[in-house]
């Protein structure tokens, strides 16, 4: 039976309380299960012992607990121990002065970590008797939700109206999480826009940022890099992210949604402290107009990419939506040039978001919803705000859809603890998703894999696809 907003109602300091207690999509575990005890006979004395090898176990620079560290050699586990409350994880052996044979010798391993179902490869490190070596290992954001590991970044471009940071050149540091104390002479004057390029050598990662003084350079950089691509994806980031995180995220997961397109992230200023939700509910509102003028230039550009889809999660649907609508208002010439438009867990008023369907389905080729009813962050974005959450299946989203929309209910999947990053974490969602950029929404008799035809244009996954869940926890009906 579906849901409304007759719930009972909570003091409005409880709710904000609780919609602080937010976190995006990777938060770590807090706590580790220690591991079981041994027996030691204190009559024994004890035997002096070296760490050998140390290190933190991190994703998304926040510590993963209780993930399991292993060396290798010949493919053989040697030792394992699992990661603290900290992230910190250590081996240590018999010291060489205690008369206690060594367990570990000296020579070189293969490192790993294996967070849930994912397990990543860390390179090797070359262990000597006595001396201690340390070694930090990074997950992928996949890798902390328990699903695949993600696909190789690509040069990525970037679109920003975060302040920049004075010497900042990379995308660790360029960009920080404050907006202009002042107003800007105009929505594009706060726009930083930039891309940074995928190492050559060495492990996959973004290099150095640069920076193009406008958009004739930006879109000239889109064809050096991308000679040939007629189109583009836009991914618009939700509460509590720096600039690093989306970045990270758009230059791999994102830009394998759509291959053959440039991937473009853009960043607005979230504080990036989780009790800074009403903080970023007043920035994301404030960059609209910004993303807007940034689209339409875009749009408008000599040899740009003719069509954009956009990928949107949380609250970066917000505004998403509002410059949907503008176009079909303001720019009805330009709107044969969005592709999907596709909105992940939106944390935006139901009521408003399924209003606009009609609007955002004139402006865009297809227009997708993934919803779920396990979505612990939009139940707390709910008793905040007081109404439901267009990401909440069953809540008030019982509108008739038009012919080029589907509305997806995920609720098979719970892919880490408040449920609200299925979309990335499980392999089925995202191959969901790939196919929807690839071929456009389903419509009559198509039933992309996975899913159960609930008629008009309602859709929920029913299983999930070879590769399981893509998930850490089980899925639940």
Request: charged share 15%.
């Amino acid at each position: 039976m579906a849901q409304n907003d007759r719930r009972t109602s909570v003091p409005a300091s409880i709710a904000l309380s609780i919609a602080l207690g937010f976190a995006l999509i990777g938060a770590a575990p807090s706590s580790a299960v220690p591991p079981a005890s041994q027996d030691v006979n204190p009559l024994d004395p004890p035997i002096p012992r070296v760490i050998l090898l140390t290190g933190r176990v991190t994703s998304l620079h926040k510590a993963v607990a209780h993930a399991n560290v292993r060396i290798l050699r010949a493919g053989t586990v040697v030792a394992n121990t699992l990661s603290g409350a900290d992230g910190t994880y250590r081996f240590s052996d018999a010291a060489p002065d205690s008369g206690v044979p060594a367990t570990i010798a000296a020579g070189t391993y293969s490192l790993e970590a294996q967070y849930r179902t994912s397990i990543h490869p860390a390179g090797t490190v070359a262990l000597r008797a006595g001396r201690t070596q340390r070694r930090d290992i990074e997950l992928p954001l996949l890798a902390l939700l328990g699903g695949a590991a993600p696909p190789r970044p690509r040069t990525t471009f970037f679109a920003t109206d975060r302040v920049a940071n004075p010497g900042g050149t990379t995308v660790d540091n360029a960009f920080g999480n404050d907006r202009p104390i002042q107003p800007c002479s105009g929505p594009s004057a706060c726009m930083h826009l930039a891309f940074a390029r995928v190492a050559a050598v060495g492990p996959p990662s973004l290099q150095a940022l640069t920076v193009t003084p406008d958009m004739t350079a930006f879109v000239a950089a889109m064809r050096a890099e991308y000679p040939t691509a007629d189109t583009a994806i836009i991914f618009v980031h939700g509460f509590n992210n720096d600039f690093h995180d989306p970045a990270v995220l758009t230059a791999s997961v994102v830009a394998a949604l759509a291959p053959s397109a440039v991937p473009i992230d853009y960043s607005w200023p979230s504080k990036h402290v989780t009790a800074r939700y009403i903080d970023d509910e007043s920035s994301n509102q404030w960059a609209t107009d910004h993303f807007r003028d940034f689209l339409v230039a875009l749009l408008s550009a000599p040899n740009a990419p003719k069509t954009v889809h956009i990928m949107a999660h949380s609250m970066g649907n917000r505004v998403a939506v509002s410059v949907l609508q503008y176009l079909h208002n303001a720019k009805p010439a330009l709107t044969g040039h969005i592709g999907q438009a596709v909105f992940a867990a939106p944390d935006v008023d139901a009521a408003t978001f399924w209003e606009a369907v009609p609007e955002m389905a004139t402006v865009a080729q297809g227009v997708t919803v993934y919803s779920s009813a396990h979505d612990e962050a939009l139940q707390l974005s709910r008793q905040l705000h007081g109404h439901c959450r267009a990401g909440l299946t069953g809540c008030n989203d019982t509108v008739a859809l038009p012919p080029n929309a589907n509305a997806i209910d995920a609720s098979f999947f719970h892919c880490d603890i408040l449920g609200h990053g299925y979309w990335a974490a499980s392999a089925t969602i995202v191959a969901d998703i790939t196919q929807t950029m690839k071929d456009g929404v389903m419509a009559g008799a198509t039933l992309r894999p996975n899913l159960q035809n609930l008629g008009s244009n309602k859709y929920r996954f029913a299983s999930a696809g070879a590769g399981g869940s893509g998930c850490a926890a089980e899925p639940r009906n």
